[in-house]
């Protein structure tokens, strides 16, 4: 990956009009537009047509791995090198309820892998892991690049935020996408995620690519051609890429909200916690140590992550991290000491059945209502509001069973989640007949573990 | 065409979305869009990437003529009521050598139907109505609406450049489809060009859609798509539209170049010139008197044409039209009084044979070289400039024979336009076996001509 002679000069509409024409862009090329528009010399008004020619004419395997590279290296990339660990980070395509970056982190460190983990904030019906941290008085994610390599030295995992150091490129480009209709291009979508992985200084990645109602890619089709996409591009670029296609066709586990989803992992890292949940997290766990080198096998990385929970290691590494990050360490031994809704609500059944599906989407826009995710990006969140699923896909319920509750602080708001929250329950006579797993299929492109069954 | 009331509002992302994914947007979107881009509403790089996803998604003939109708109601509708005559004009999509326009508004006034005729300047390889006239001494092109209307009054015929009034919305998103890849579409470039001419008031359009080497539509199908979308949206908005699909193979006529050209015009007008320019003008003319209602057919149209020439009256008109514009009429009677280059230099055959081809785009650009057009808007042009072919094709030449003769200022320019107009000669030993008609087709929609032979 030679880099191109910054003297070589393109013109933006030369660029604009080959990928309009459906033409294969050339590295220099890529580079040359995502270098100049970084520094501004090429106005947004090209970008976003150019953005909109690669949106409906697509890209070529190797012109996403330029895109990726050049975005990457248009910022700094950490140099973790002074770590003698692994270091493996996983990322989500987000979902709701879905808070296993928050497990993943202790847990997989305090099993000997380091995780330099840089997260975002929820947007849409889909949480954020910086809010949910943030839920935790005190913590505190904006760290600067050398407080992050020094609390990784000394926790073995660190949660922050977006830096301006990291993918600037990415920074401006995703803006962009964000109001002119081009978010939703798997190219854009995996050149926007693994070039800001890609730059933390990892040797490995795991990536959970979500399908279902309450994912981006609602079809299974989608999410396998993403995953298969940033398999790819990282092993393009040298890296060690797993994608695990799971599902998000019901919210993941059972607190939706930010202090509801760290109540909910101090659960698992205790050895508790929806049976989901659990599961999704020990599969990514076991995928990231055997990344990491620590075990031979993802089955012996499900069950040192196992161990790790039970000695009670993964809750210390928690509260090691959060104390290290800022935050107050004994909210993670007294969940009253996160902040609490003043009211609660109940939805309830009003027939005799089985819950046949919780339509997930629906489940997120009810907690954004309450006022626990973002409808636009300056949006404040309150951290004290969510709900508690009671009932998941499959169980029984009787006529006047609660299926949920609704924890929140202003009525209105209260009135119209519940009627959102009650329409996304289908009640239906008998137990749904086949139950979608929760690992739909895994995709790893490098050699070592091509075909391996986990 | 009820107008959507403005507190009707959209949002831009919608709007793009929409058409991104293939959907066909309502009048009241359309409106929308355009009103709110003219007064600053939305930004460059929403409506960049709305223009990309129509060039690449297209748009139905009701999303044609809606676009059409509100870029024509961005701005002001000259109101020619106060004219008792039929108001008829002409575009062409743009050619080598064509200065039919400067011969068509005098003619055809000169026959009793008024010509309002708004025209642009030279871009590229081709030429511009307003510098060919700006080559006659102090000739004013930049006339305001009240001046236009009163010289229509007193003499049947205007010619004047772009005002501010007229389809604001066009100007705004012509520049932007320029620097953004999104000017080859045809459904934005019909909205263009009958945004703006029925902006003039006319009753009725007679367009010139050039195809061959030296059009922009170098594909008979891509003229004849083009031509059907003016068409219908002339006739969706009420007005009559007749589409000549018309040759643009080789340069129309023999002269190329601003004031050069305007010696063409006069010859013309005098009742000679080159044989396929006086026949493309007589038949563009019949077609406007037709439309104009002053004959019942093409034929007897240009028989009046005809008339016209021979009696001096047409030449009269464009002395008339030149004198009110302040330009020096003399420069009518006499050429001398027209810019002239310094220098000349020839381009001969190297062989025997017969003209097979001749690169209409070289040619073009040959005079752009010269100084003659521009490469970029903010180019001026040197009118004195410019070529005259001594063959066309078909003509048979001897090695050493003059093929064509440069007019130029400066020598290095001069070098290189040789080289150019060389190459554009195709010399072959037989002659062509067939020649390309000069009208390809007649496209009229509307049922006076519907079919209709001339």
């Not at 660029?15 to 970084?38: C, M, P, Q």
């Not at 797993?242 to 993941?252: G, K």
């Not at 009525?411 to 006579?429: G, M, V």
Request: aromatic share 4%.
């Amino acid at each position: 990956m030679s880099a191109t002679p910054a003297s070589h000069a393109f013109r933006a509409i030369d660029v604009i009009r080959k990928k309009r024409d459906g033409g294969e862009l050339s590295r220099g090329e890529i580079e040359w537009l995502v270098n100049a528009y970084t520094r501004g010399d090429i106005p947004d008004y090209q970008v976003s047509a150019w953005l909109m020619a690669v949106f409906l004419r697509g890209m070529a395997r190797a012109e996403t791995a330029a895109l990726t590279d050049a975005m990457l290296r248009s910022g700094e990339v950490l140099d973790l090198s002074s770590i003698a660990q692994r270091k493996v980070d996983k990322h989500s395509t987000g979902g709701v309820g879905d808070k296993t970056s928050l497990v993943l982190a202790p847990l997989v460190a305090a099993a000997g892998v380091t995780v330099p983990m840089i997260s975002g904030r929820g947007l849409g019906h889909t949480g954020g892991t910086l809010d949910k941290l943030e839920a935790i008085p005190g913590f505190n994610v904006n760290l600067s690049v050398a407080q992050f390599r020094r609390a990784l030295k000394k926790c073995g995992c660190c949660m922050i935020g977006q830096t301006a150091e990291i993918a600037p490129a990415d920074r401006k480009l995703y803006a962009l996408r964000d109001v002119t209709g081009t978010v939703e291009s798997p190219y854009l979508i995996c050149a926007s995620i693994m070039s800001k992985k890609l730059a933390e200084g990892i040797d490995a990645l795991v990536l959970d690519v979500k399908t279902g109602s309450g994912a981006f890619m609602k079809k299974e089709s989608e999410a396998t051609f993403l995953a298969e996409l940033m398999v790819e591009t990282g092993e393009r670029m040298g890296k060690k890429v797993v994608a695990l296609i799971t599902d998000m066709d019901q919210p993941l586990g059972c607190m939706i909200g930010n202090a509801l989803e760290v109540v909910e992992v101090i659960d698992v890292l205790r050895g508790g916690g929806p049976r989901d949940l659990r599961e999704l997290c020990l599969e990514l766990a076991g995928w990231m140590l055997h990344l990491g080198g620590v075990v031979d096998s993802v089955a012996a990385g499900k069950k040192k992550s196992e161990e790790v929970i039970a000695s009670g290691r993964a809750l210390d590494k928690f509260r090691q991290m959060v104390e290290l990050q800022g935050g107050d360490p004994r909210a993670i031994d007294d969940p009253r000491k996160l902040p609490r809704a003043r009211h609660e609500l109940v939805v309830w059944s009003s027939k005799n059945g089985y819950v046949a599906s919780i339509q997930s989407e629906q489940v997120g826009t009810a907690c954004v209502i309450l006022g626990g995710g973002r409808e636009r990006k300056e949006d404040s969140v309150d951290p004290s509001v969510g709900i508690v699923l009671h009932k998941k896909v499959g169980d029984a319920v009787s006529a006047g069973e609660v299926l949920a509750t609704i924890y929140y602080n202003e009525k209105p708001r209260a009135a119209r989640a519940r009627e959102l929250l009650t329409k996304s329950f289908q009640i239906a006579d008998s137990p749904p007949a086949e139950t979608r797993p929760l690992i739909h299929k895994v995709i790893a492109s490098y050699p070592a573990t091509r075909g391996e069954k986990n």
